[in-house]
């Protein structure tokens, strides 16, 4: 069965300081990644997302990512850390159905901390 | 500009009374998703729509319902069967091609218990 862990729950970083986030799956094939934040109270954002091709995808706000296939990860990564960085990170896969359904599988997700 | 729209960002229920959360999109997309999110679980599927007028049941449909009769508007009813309905409500909706297409998220409706 298809599966998303975050394995870190919390993550306490200073700022200026560099960032990983970790993310590993579980899928049959070559998943689609996405990479979703979220502040309080907010909806999601889409940061970034993996469908094929060049395994380092570049998104928003300074974010990258690395798909890992023998690793089954699909770590998101952040040079320097801003303290407008805090909030709840999600990691997703979407199993393709064949159809139009893109169900989306989310990890629980890390709420990352930024120390002054 | 496009978007998705939740309302009320804040609702409360009263024991034995349905809920009804709006969701409305002026993406012209043709999915769209309930989600409910809880502490520590991540998001977890209640509903979601691929057409007008079709919908199906995610993981947790259970004491839920949904219409689908205009293309912009999923509208999620949280009935009385549903005995823990204090959550925070998620609709996204996306393109249906091609099927990558990531979802897009309004920002929520909080939902507790009077």
């Known amino acids: 069965a298809q599966s998303v862990t975050q394995p870190d729950i919390h993550i306490t970083v200073s700022e200026g300081a560099s960032l990983e986030l970790r993310c590993n799956y579980s899928y049959g094939a070559t998943p689609y990644l996405f990479w979703y934040v979220q502040s309080p109270g907010q909806g999601l954002q889409l940061l970034l997302k993996?469908?094929?091709?060049?395994?380092l995808v570049q998104g928003i706000k300074g974010f990258e990512a690395e798909f890992k296939r023998s690793q089954s990860s699909f770590n998101l990564r952040k040079p320097s850390v801003h303290w407008s960085d805090a909030a709840e990170y999600f990691c997703?896969?979407?199993?393709?159905?064949?159809?139009?359904?893109?169900?989306?599988?989310f990890g629980t997700g890390t709420l990352l901390a930024v120390q002054p | 500009d496009g978007g998705i729209t939740q309302s009320p960002k804040y609702l409360f229920r009263k024991e034995g009374q349905n809920v009804t959360l709006s969701c409305e999109q002026n993406l012209n997309h043709d999915a769209m998703y309930w989600y409910r999110q809880d502490p520590g679980q991540g998001l977890r599927l209640i509903y979601y729509?691929?057409?007008?007028?079709?919908?199906q049941k995610g993981d947790i449909a259970e004491g839920y319902s949904v219409s689908r009769e205009k293309k912009e508007s999923f509208p999620l009813t949280v009935t009385s069967a549903q005995k823990n309905p204090t959550a925070f409500y998620l609709c996204?909706?996306?393109?249906?091609?091609?099927?990558?297409?990531?979802?897009?998220f309004g920002d929520g409706t909080r939902l507790s218990i009077l």
């Open positions: 997703a896969v979407g199993p393709y159905y064949g159809g139009a359904t893109n169900k989306l599988i």
């Open positions: 996204a909706s996306r393109e249906a091609s091609p099927s990558n297409q990531p979802q897009h």
């Open positions: 729509s691929q057409i007008v007028n079709d919908f």
């Open positions: 993996y469908f094929s091709g060049d395994t």
